[in-house]
T-cell receptor, first 113, second 112 residues
Framework: AQSVTQLDSQVPVFEEAPVELRCNYS??????LFWYVQYPNQGLQLLLK??????LVKGINGFEAEFNKSQTSFHLRKPSVHISDTAEYFC???????????FGKGTRLHILP | NAGVTQTPKFRVLKTGQSMTLLCAQD?????MYWYRQDPGMGLRLIHY???????AKGEVPDGYNVSRLKKQNFLLGLESAAPSQTSVYFC???????????FGQGTRLTVV
């Protein structure tokens, strides 16, 4: 079955500094990958997705992610973070074997002033 | 633009009581999902549905039942609530497999 590992449970970063949130997946077939963001006391919303094609995917709010098949990774990056980026970020995977969307445990991004 | 609506938003149950959580979507989506979110555990899939009249088990189905009698509604039932079911429950829907899922605002359930 497919699975997702988010390597960091919390990431502190100074405002205007770059950030990378790491995600690795496990699947034996073609995968579809997603990053979602959850602001405090809210539901989840999609940041970006990789379905096929270009391995560099751009999303909302200046985020981007790169699909690396050889390393089974889909890391999320932003060149300069803002206080408004404080949230929890979830990586998710789906594959062709079934219709499930499986989420990682999440990474909490703390922006330091 | 309602999207995905969950009812109720908060609930406190006593151990052994039963309840049903309602998820309604107005986007004509085929796929619907129920997740639970617990600290440090991320979102875990309870049950899902690929269309009206269908349901399937997810990662943590025990203690829950679901029904999808109408395309727009997906009900999650707890027959005999346990403290281990204290959690935040999220419903989501998507138009097709392996596409963006749209989430509700969540239901915070406490079982005492």
């Amino acid at each position: 079955a497919q699975s997702v590992t988010q390597l960091d449970s919390q990431v502190p970063v100074f405002e205007e500094a770059p950030v990378e949130l790491r995600c690795n997946y496990s699947s034996s077939v073609s995968v579809y990958l997603f990053w979602y963001v959850q602001y405090p006391n809210q539901g989840l919303q999609l940041l970006l997705k990789y379905l096929s094609g270009s391995t560099l995917v751009k999303g909302i709010n200046g985020f981007e992610a790169e699909f690396n098949k050889s390393q089974t990774s889909f890391h999320l990056r932003k060149p300069s973070v803002h206080i408004s980026d404080t949230a929890e970020y979830f990586c998710a995977v789906s594959d062709k074997r079934d219709d499930k969307i499986i989420f990682g445990k999440g990474t909490r991004l703390h922006i330091l002033p | 633009n309602a999207g995905v609506t969950q009812t109720p938003k908060f609930r406190v149950l006593k151990t052994g009581q039963s309840m049903t959580l309602l998820c309604a979507q107005d986007m004509n989506h085929e796929y619907m999902y129920w997740y639970r979110q617990d600290p440090g555990m991320g979102l875990r899939l309870i049950h899902y549905s690929v269309g009206e009249g269908t349901t399937a088990k997810g990662e943590v189905p025990d203690g829950y039942n679901v029904s999808r009698l109408k395309k727009q509604n997906f009900l999650l039932g707890l027959e005999s609530a346990a403290p281990s079911q204290t959690s935040v429950y999220f419903c989501a829907s998507s138009p097709a497999p392996r596409t963006e899922a749209f989430f509700g605002q969540g239901t915070r359930l406490t079982v005492v």
